[in-house]
């Protein structure tokens, strides 16, 4: 038997699992006590009235972050044959990077081909949303969007491209602001089909008239 992330070209190297989206154990102590600390290192005085409660919202502000929410791939037959693109734009993100834990944060274009399922089409920011929050590379993320479409969906085509201004990029380090960083993941036709391919990066990228 074939199995599914192999029906697409290009997707044979993604993860069929990821243990992104479920989430991870976070230690609530521990966190409080390692903001408090990181505080104390800062040279900050953790018991002045304003930084008192900071350890604690900093935990939970985290926490938030990094929770990613859990939702059920809503599919529903595609009864009606629709064989074009479906295609959400302008998906707004925002995620932590690995490497700073500083944020990154930018849009996503999510489309795929359908074949005997289409996707409830809030599920398309759902998932963005579900992989996002995480300690991320924006290539990871690209990623997994496109292997959660093939999992939960297997449809003809999937096309993702993300972009994204990385916060260690602009306000640190080499402080380009404005710079974006554009990732794609593109499988099955709309990867391997030229007009297919075309149609879908040209409405992802129609979809940013004024950036
Ligand atoms: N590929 C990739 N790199 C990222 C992402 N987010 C941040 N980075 C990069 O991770 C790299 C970490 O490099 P290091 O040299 O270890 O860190 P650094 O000394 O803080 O580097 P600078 O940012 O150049 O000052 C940097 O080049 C970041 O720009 C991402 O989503 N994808
Ligand atoms: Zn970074």
């Known amino acids: 038997m074939t199995a599914p992330h192999q029906h697409l070209t290009g997707l044979a190297l993604a993860p069929l699992h990821d243990a992104g989206d479920q989430g991870r154990d976070i230690d ?55 064989d074009q693109l479906i295609v959400a734009r302008r998906i707004p993100f925002h995620s932590l990077c690995m490497h700073h834990m500083l944020p990154f944060h930018g849009v996503a274009h999510i489309g795929y081909l359908p074949g005997g399922r289409i996707l409830g089409l809030s599920k398309l920011a759902r998932v963005v949303e579900l992989y996002a929050r995480d300690l991320q ?14 999992r939960e969906l297997e449809p003809v085509g999937i096309g993702v491209v993300l972009e994204a201004e990385h916060m260690c990029m602009t306000l640190r380090g080499v402080q380009k602001s404005g710079s974006t960083t554009v990732t794609s993941a593109l499988y099955g036709l709309v990867r391997d089909d030229a007009r297919t391919r075309q149609e879908f990066l040209a409405l992802a990228t129609s979809s940013c008239p004024d950036r």
């Not at 102590?29 to 408090?36: D, F, I, K, P």
């Not at 290192?41 to 990613?68: I, K, Q, S």
């Open 137 to 150: 590379t924006q290539e990871r993320l690209t990623t997994q969007i496109a292997g959660w479409l093939q």
């Open 28 to 82: 609530q102590g521990a966190l409080v006590r390692a903001a408090r600390d990181l505080l104390s290192a800062l040279g900050a005085d953790v018991d002045a009235e304003g930084l008192r409660e900071t350890p604690r919202r900093v935990a939970e502000a985290l926490t938030e972050l990094l929770t990613p929410q859990p939702f059920r791939a809503t599919t529903f037959a595609n009864d009606d044959g629709y």
